[in-house]
């Protein structure tokens, strides 16, 4: 069981105030990415919206990792209306790596006015040649109709120091956070992944669990965590960071021991002042059982 307590107490002592995200302007321009990705979507279909979107080499959870582009490419016409908006976002001090979440909506015309199901989604963006963000990855959980709306997330106007790339400042965050990932696996196969995460959640984390609302903040996290309890050996698929070094995502598959059950992950670490990596989310969403 995970002292709830002591690991608040480190936090608050260890973190001190949150980083800026990178630049305002970078910012700004990603949650202006997402909504006009939502937007297009709405208006000329799920397919060609996403199509539009999604970058070469993109991921999207089915609900394991598989190819994006290759899943939308295969879509047929239908006239399923799916939309959506950024509650939150993040990006990158160097600007070319950012995420969004937020809830969405489909209904299954566009002549429908009672939704057919509700979830959110996480997006991950990359900052593409030409200067615009493309998805790199795409996820979500679904869940029941919530109470209420959540507004739009607007960007801090507020200046906020950009980081240019440093040399080498990927490669050597992604080797850390090996290191991090593997001592999170070791935990969370031994004492189960409530533990596993349990010392690495930041203060803002968010925690997406299948058929649950997000649980924002470690004293709705912890709560959520162990709802879910269980020993989990993980097996990421790919670590990737940005080129400041100070946000990266992992993404993979991991089995419950001893019954075998399978579910897909996605966890989202930024660096905190201290230096420190931090859970800032952690989506977890179960694969059928086969």
């Not at 999207?60 to 209306?81: C, E, H, I, N, Q």
């Not at 996605?266 to 002042?273: D, G, H």
Request: glycine letters at 10%.
């Amino acid at each position: 069981m995970i002292q709830t307590a002591p690991i608040l107490f480190l936090l608050a002592a260890s973190l001190g105030p949150a980083r800026p995200a990178g630049p305002p302007t970078d910012l700004r321009a990603l949650v202006a990415t997402e909504l006009a990705f939502a937007k297009q979507t709405s208006e000329r279909g799920i397919k060609d919206g996403f199509l539009a979107y999604l970058a070469e080499g993109s991921v999207v959870f089915r609900p394991g990792p598989v190819d994006a582009r290759a899943v939308y490419a295969k879509l047929k016409p239908s006239p399923t209306l799916l939309v959506w908006h950024p509650a939150y976002a993040w990006i990158s001090m160097s600007g070319d790596l950012g995420y969004t979440t937020g809830p969405w909506t489909v209904f299954k015309s566009r002549g429908e006015k009672a939704p057919s199901g509700w979830g959110h989604f996480v997006t991950l963006w990359k900052r593409q040649a030409d200067g615009g963000f493309k998805a790199a990855l795409d996820a979500g959980v679904s869940h029941a109709a919530p109470a209420g709306e959540e507004p739009v997330f607007a960007p801090a106007q507020a200046p906020s120091p950009a980081m240019a790339a440093q040399p080498n400042a990927a490669a050597r965050a992604e080797e850390e956070l090996r290191g991090v990932e593997s001592r999170l696996a070791g935990e969370s196969a031994a004492k189960g992944y409530p533990a596993g995460i349990g010392t690495y959640l930041g203060p803002d984390i968010r925690l997406y669990r299948a058929g649950e609302f997000p649980a924002v903040g470690l004293e709705r996290a912890f709560e959520l965590a162990r709802k879910y309890d269980g020993r989990w050996r993980q097996k990421p698929d790919r670590l990737i960071a940005s080129e400041s070094g100070d946000l990266a995502y992992v993404y993979g598959l991991m089995e419950r021991v001893p019954d075998g059950a399978q579910a897909a992950f996605l966890r989202i670490w930024r660096r905190a002042a201290d230096g420190r990596w931090r859970l800032s989310l952690d989506l977890v969403d179960p694969l059928p059982a086969s």
